[in-house]
């Protein structure tokens, strides 16, 4: 069985050391942090966040060493910015200040192509479009194969946005969900499940919606997994960015488990599952608004079930790639360490309830970001 390398992107918003608010100082923080990281730190939409990507890797154990290396030199970049860096899918508190969009060419098009996604009617930005994920590549594949293990890997992506769930709240209130990211995050168009379609029919259909207008260019396809464009990987794309940096690792290694089961079946030739789009696109609401808390739909029958049983299921549907990679043991006892104390939206919300201050809330995040 193929072992595929890994990499992973971390999105963090920049808080305010005082205020805990996030604020726009991402040109100063990665200015800083690209002395060590040159172009492993980048920017993203907005300058109250940023970007750290590993290099593509085989090695669980290398994997994490990265990632906490990346988010020691971004939190020290960020001390000198008087700010910290905080891994969550949206920030619990609006920021003090309007938010700033990056100042790059590409960014500056699509605030005015999709300005009513960007700006309110008053010419400020939006403060609910500050959203952070946590994106997997699995490697390396072509566009053709990349695509394939898409569409058999849909089922399950569902599951996997479940267990990454890690924003609560926004905007001071309780979402009442456990991914409230994927709810503003689905406002962009084309975010939403893989189609169904050949490698000929990705590139003609994506062509057509850049064509129209509905997208500025191919990097702007937003499907929950996606061929990049870029790098010859399929990029999954379902997670809430997470503090806990074993989670980070958890995650990624179940997506590459479990592609690598299904890619046995991408080059047997067999079909991808078909799964109605209604399912589908309800089994991701429910991953959004209920976490591993409460219920999912199976991916074999559509079957309401509970989220928890079913990532049990997942993992054991994976039990062969993961093998494969010695990452087994590993796995298992985080799964067990996330069924005993919570995914991340259970873990804010009991942090919460200490003393009702989501202030507690932004500093648990940012203590867990830093490996503290």
Not at 50 to 61: D, M, P, Q
Not at 107 to 113: E, F, G, I, S, T
Not at 143 to 162: D, F, N, S, V, Y
Not at 333 to 345: C, N, P, V
Request: aromatic share 4%; with cysteine.
């Amino acid at each position: 069985m193929k072992i595929l390398t890994l990499g992973v992107e971390e999105e963090f918003v920049l808080v305010d050391r005082l205020t805990r608010a996030p604020v726009n100082r991402a040109p100063q923080v990665i200015r800083l942090a690209a002395r060590q990281l040159g172009g492993q730190v980048q920017t993203e939409f907005f300058n109250a966040q940023i970007e750290v990507c590993t290099e593509a890797t085989a090695c669980r154990e290398r994997l994490r060493a990265e990632l906490a290396r990346l988010r020691s030199v971004v939190v020290a970049a960020a001390r000198e910015a008087r700010c910290v860096p905080v891994a969550c899918g949206t920030p619990a508190l609006p920021p003090d200040e309007p938010l700033t969009v990056t100042d790059t060419a590409r960014y500056r098009l699509m605030a005015r192509r999709f300005r009513p996604l960007v700006t309110r009617d008053d010419g400020l930005v939006r403060d609910d479009g500050l959203v952070c994920g946590c994106h997997v590549h699995l490697g390396s594949l072509d566009r053709e194969r990349a695509l394939a293990l898409a569409l058999h890997m849909r089922p399950w992506l569902p599951l996997l946005q479940a267990l990454a769930g890690n924003s609560p709240y926004a905007q001071r209130l309780d979402t009442g969900h456990h991914s409230w990211r994927a709810v503003e995050h689905a406002r962009w168009p084309t975010v939403g499940p893989t189609p169904l379609l050949t490698e000929a029919q990705y590139l003609s259909h994506v062509a057509r919606l850049v064509g129209d207008g509905t997208l500025l260019d191919d990097r702007m396809v937003y499907w929950h997994a996606r061929p990049s464009e870029h790098v010859p990987t399929l990029e999954v794309r379902v997670a809430d960015a997470n503090a806990r940096l074993d989670t980070v690792v958890l995650l990624a290694l179940l997506t590459r488990g479990l592609a690598a089961v299904l890619l046995d079946r991408v080059d047997a030739s067999v079909p991808p599952p078909a799964v109605p789009d209604a399912g589908l696109a309800q089994a991701h609401r429910l991953a959004a608004a209920q976490g591993l808390a409460g219920a999912g739909l199976d991916p074999a029958d559509g079957r309401r079930r509970p989220a928890g049983e079913l990532l049990g299921e997942l993992i054991g549907f994976a039990r062969p790639g993961l093998d494969a990679s010695g990452d087994t043991d590993w796995v298992d006892d985080q799964w067990q360490r996330i069924r005993r104390d919570g995914g991340g939206a259970t873990r804010q919300r009991a942090v919460f309830r200490r003393r009702g201050l989501l202030t507690d809330v932004v500093d648990e995040l940012a203590a867990a970001t830093a490996g503290l």
